[in-house]
């Protein structure tokens, strides 16, 4: 079942040690079949060069396991969360890519800093709150995903498709896995290019607002005029 | 028409990822026929390993499309206000590169801190002021250019090859389109190398006028004695 | 003898270059056989693409060579020193890969200030006192290793598989050398990460037991639940 | 003419771009056969892979080319001075490294902060004073020779086989010109380590003599014990 799904969470996976945004295991992307309800994500702990297709296992959004011998990663409770919370998103991805990482370890969301930013995220990319011991005594990757999902009560996931998870590191989405996934580069560039800015100049303030405006929605607005077609990117 | 401009427009663009400039279609590059007023520039939104010669686009000084299919580069507009501005430029190119834009983000200029900076750029490397809401919300790619020419108005773009656009990013030029993107390399190592020395030596000063003099002078001078015969760069 | 040892340690030397800890002959892999008590170890300031399985020295573990043309690594009293103080592990790493030999260089250890570092090091990375004059002057590499063993008086050498040695750099260990190899890429990333962590927030404090614990236990302890089968790394 | 000593120049040219210490033509290699008082070195500005041993030119001590069409190196007085002055070297190299120069531009030496460094300099890697006004007017390359000689004045060019050229960039030596690259590669090294070293720990102290000594003694000393045979490294 979802072949062609789990073709596009296998190409999306193996991007990941491509773009440089993992070493070892570190890392997951999923994808879900809205109709259905299913989720196929990477199993857990598997080398990259030894993913297949076919190995791939599908869950239900309650995470229970419909297809696959291999146990799904062990973040699999946090995806469902978003992809309950977060009706458009089609792809989820988690790493522990280095510069949002140091932005997590920090405990700090990344502000809109330059155009770059403002291609891609519509205002701060946010950093949601640490955890209670309780929230992580039980149930921890169903809580990390309810965190996020706190953080963005005013925040449209569209528009900021990606988020600073404290003490942990980053989690992106978008339409499709493969989008979620350029997504986790590009903030990993902008993490990037965000330390080095502060460093220059401590006391940097975000964009203002007209420049913001003017960079997202050249790109992703309705009046959208980047590219050769009108396209909304998430 | 231009089919030899069109190859430099194409191995031009080639060169951005293949010198760690850009990663997915954040840079663009355009170079100017003078005598026939036209300019060939990357179509906005192709990525570099789709690009073909026979599909860059062509636009006169009016930003008119006289050849091609494709949309060109969003970014359009500013470079055709350097090169009306800027008479001897043959080359532009705009890129997001990581150093440059961190420079870009923090709205700062970057000093001539050593001999490596002397060698190709006569004195800081100047960032522009930011635009007003009013420069933003209307012909915001044009007036991106006029904010670059207002900053040269007492600088010459041949020595000064570069600039630090606000918020943004660089936007480098030179006699061809492959010498502008080398300009662009150049200035991404020299503002690498500029974020390190502050850092070191938070009060640094630019470096003596001589040793300025000399070591702009002996590549780029009428005296020049560096490589194997007497020429220019810009 | 110990032809399959030697093996292993061939390969788990030739990750060095490969994972960029190394440059020239900057590290050395061993490992032990328990029963026979006798020692595979990389051979003095042989560059790594020279190295051979047939030709790496044996050694007890007082030090004497029992096989092998070759002097053994200039470490080699250190490694031996760790055999004998630690006695579940199986291989030893010693490398001056770049951000470990920083924090050696600074005299510090690297706190937990994430789960990246929870996941593989159950608490603090110790740093060690730096020894004494009359430590170096004589037997010195025995004594980096004495110095070693008395900053683990306290800690679990299992549960944090490395040491920053003052002044110097890393050593890690494993259940055997690949092993290894692979905490010390790891520790190398989270000293990366943990630079960045404090550029960005100086008075970051570690993070909460609660989090140290889920996140080193979901994957170290005896109801590990990360990954295909229940699992212990050190 | 010298066509052993050419290839060696060559092989060692071609060490630059592949040890990235240098981007488009940012260093010359050089090297001098003591008994004809002849030094082969790079041409001026030509590309690393366009160079051909026979096209090597070759200088006396005082600078007259003896052989080849091409213009020797911009530098060549610089390395003409070092070959006079310290007696016992066979190869020199000057580059624009990035670490080495953000040493240069800050115009800071580089004190020995851990093991990597004293196991191949032998103390501080100090930084030349500013050339005056009159220094760079006229001779400019051979003041900047006469400089390095005057920051030795009271050092071992053997034990310190390199230097921080103030605003400019390093200069090392060997006793043949792949070690001198050789040389060159480490100093990069040494000067990225020492760098985040200083940023962890500001106010940090070079390591104890005891320490310098006793990894400089056991790789060069003259009962040196690394390595497979007795061997004195500079």
Known sequence: MLEELKRQVLEANLELPKKNLVIYTWGNVSAIDREQGLVVIKPSGVPYE??????????????????????????TATHLVLYKAFPEIGGVVHTHSPWCTKWAQAGRGISALGTTHADYFYGEIPCTRKLTPLEIASEYEKNTGEVIVETFKDLNPNFTPGVIVNNHGPFNWGKNPLKAVEN????????????????????????????????????HGKNAYYGQVQNVKN
Chains 1, 2, 3, 4 share one sequence.
């Open 50 to 75: 030894e993913l297949r297709a076919e190995d791939l296992p599908v869950v239900d959004l309650d995470g229970n396991k419909v297809e696959g011998e291999l146990n799904p990663s062990s973040d």
């Open 184 to 219: 986790a580069v590009i903030m990993e560039e902008i993490a990037k290019l965000a330390y080095y800015t502060q460093s220059l100049t401590p006391e940097i303030e975000p964009i203002d607002d007209q420049l913001l405006d003017k960079h997202f929605l050249r790109k």
